[in-house]
């Protein structure tokens, strides 16, 4: 079986905050080349016979998908990974009333944006649609990154996924649960904000307060992995 894998979102797929080329969520679940998790190692997409398209982008929105990364998609897709909407939500930080109305447009161009994937790859794509993680673990306060505490922010998370938890079972998309698998691996175990990419803590999941570390980046590709029938369902 051969297949094409576009991965689309922002840096929650991405190489860049994992430690490089091949390190990110979206690269690992085409080829596995995690030294460090040799564990997780058996299978991949390019053993599928797949190859990809990996239209993720560091600080892109919602918007950016729809309008950027989904019309650059060059043939029909096999195989969807979507992360979006917190970089909306990051925009918005801090204005509960401005982080409501971010979930909105989230909920209404994301709709969009699987309506037309669906349109162009058919009801045979495989879409696995992601949820946000919460790097204060649901106490609203990253207190190493500069932020000042926001008590609505994780409430304002949880409104965010529950619209995009919508969008995946109206699509018939499968939904990834970072948040929920992330938390517990941000401010409680250490500080989400340092720089390394391969802390030596490897229960924390992040670097520069909002982005995926080694550790996280191979978690997430885990859960997309999981999500795809752990891989039975790509071959």
Request: charged letters at 20%; glycine letters at 14%.
């Amino acid at each position: 079986m051969s297949g094409y894998y576009v991965a689309l979102g922002d840096s929650m797929s991405i190489d860049d905050y994992a430690g490089g080329p091949g390190r990110g969520a979206a690269s690992l679940l085409l080829r596995y080349r995690n030294p460090d998790l040799p564990q997780w190692r058996g299978g991949d997409l390019a053993e599928a016979g797949y190859d990809a398209r990996l239209l993720a982008r560091d600080g892109a929105t919602t918007i950016d998908v729809l309008d950027r990364q989904v019309p650059a998609i060059d043939r029909p897709p096999t195989l969807v990974t979507i992360t979006m909407g917190g970089n909306d939500l990051l925009a918005a930080y801090g204005d509960t009333d401005a982080a409501r109305a971010a979930v909105g447009r989230v909920a209404a161009q994301g709709e969009a944006v699987l309506t037309r994937l669906r349109a162009a790859a058919g009801g045979g794509c495989r879409i696995v649609l992601s949820t946000v993680y919460d790097p204060s673990d649901g106490t609203g306060a990253v207190p190493t990154s500069g932020l000042p505490p926001w008590p609505d922010g994780p409430a304002m998370i949880q409104l965010l996924n529950a619209a995009l938890t919508g969008l995946a079972e109206r699509h018939g998309a499968a939904l990834a649960d970072v948040h929920g698998h992330f938390l517990g691996h941000g401010v409680t175990v250490g500080d989400p904000s340092q720089p390394q990419p391969r802390p030596a803590n490897r229960e924390l999941w992040y670097c520069g307060t909002v982005e995926p570390n080694a550790w996280g980046a191979a978690q997430i590709r885990e859960l997309w992995w999981r999500a795809l029938g752990d891989g039975h369902d790509l071959w």
